[in-house]
């Protein structure tokens, strides 16, 4: 057990110092004496319909099988009993006999999939996916006639909460290694299919202050857009910058400068008003009408969102420069 509890120990330590790229793979190397496997597929992924009857795949990591069986498993997946079990919400580690599972009619699209892989047994455990998160499962596959035994099912119990949390935590480090300073940082790290995998509070905020119907598990559609033409996007309040690393998406969101959004003759006016002058000594001072005043002050006040002359003084301090 002391042993054991030295590979988790090395889980964490892996989550701190590998790269997105190259973490999966060595978490699969830490459990491989544990529980000997000759492929597997460490994935996430979300329910493609309400009634989460198969399994859209977001990002995978395939050791020693072809790539193409994502592929292939996406078009079978409705029907593999296996996939709804885990849509359904395993309590404990799923060791499957692919062969005696599949042996029917009724799955024999499965069954090709899984003579096509070198299937013959496998072992499945994870979270399914959820209105909060993507989901995220281990499946370890033999191609022999060795089926998983209870005592490794009860080690990948035992190591699933360490491995999910594990994976948080790269996600973490990898948007520190963006920003090692922190200084008031509005960053997120985003898979290929747009989905939020980790983010300072602040990004969602800042995602909120744009789009105030909440609950942002991904980027919104207007992001994506901008991200696919490689520009950064620039909305009514919120800027955003996004570049890639790999298959990953990092953003960096910040708030436009409400200053900026006011003309020059708008701020002088409120700048003015703010700091206690009158309609006609703002006019006078500047050399404009009265009425010229009051339009660039009622346009100011709607710019910065402000309702009256103290909220106005404190926004502009704010923005002073």
Not at 95 to 122: G, I, S, T
Not at 131 to 158: I, K, P, T
Not at 290 to 311: F, I, M
Request: net charge negative.
């Amino acid at each position: 057990m002391q042993a054991f509890s030295r590979t988790l120990i090395d889980l964490y330590h892996v989550a701190e110092n590998a790269s997105l790229q190259r973490f999966p793979e060595e978490v699969l190397r830490l459990l491989q004496p544990w529980i000997d496997f000759d492929g597997a597929v460490f994935g996430m992924g979300e329910s493609q319909t309400e009634a989460q009857a198969n399994l859209q795949i977001v990002h995978a990591h395939i050791h020693n099988r072809d790539a193409s069986l994502l592929a292939d498993y996406e078009t079978v997946s409705a029907t593999d009993p296996v996939t709804g079990a885990f849509l359904a919400g395993l309590a404990s580690p799923m060791p499957v006999d692919c062969q005696a599972v599949y042996a029917n009619r009724q799955h024999e699209q499965v069954d090709a999939f899984a003579h096509k892989h070198q299937l013959r047994h496998l072992m499945l455990y994870g979270d399914a996916p959820s209105a909060e998160r993507s989901g995220r499962w281990l499946v370890l596959y033999r191609s022999d006639n060795r089926a998983f035994q209870e005592l490794e099912a009860d080690l990948l119990h035992a190591a699933w909460f360490h491995v999910s949390r594990a994976v948080d935590i790269n996600r973490a480090v990898a948007l520190d290694r963006q920003d090692p300073q922190h200084a008031r940082r509005a960053s997120a790290l985003v898979n290929p299919r747009g989905l939020i995998e980790a983010a300072d509070p602040q990004f969602h905020a800042l995602l909120e202050h744009e789009w105030p119907s909440g609950g942002h598990k991904s980027l919104p559609q207007p992001l994506l857009d901008s991200a696919e033409r490689g520009q950064p996007y620039r909305g009514r309040r919120i800027e955003v910058t996004m570049r890639r690393e790999d298959a990953w998406l990092v953003c960096v969101a910040c708030a436009i400068e409400q200053r900026g959004r006011l003309t020059p003759g708008e701020y002088a006016v409120a700048r003015r008003f703010a700091a206690g002058m009158s309609n006609k000594e703002i006019a006078r001072e500047l050399g404009v009408s009265p009425h010229t005043v009051r339009s660039q002050l009622s346009n100011a006040y709607a710019k910065l969102d402000v309702h009256d002359k103290a909220e106005l003084a404190q926004r502009l301090m704010t923005l002073s420069p």
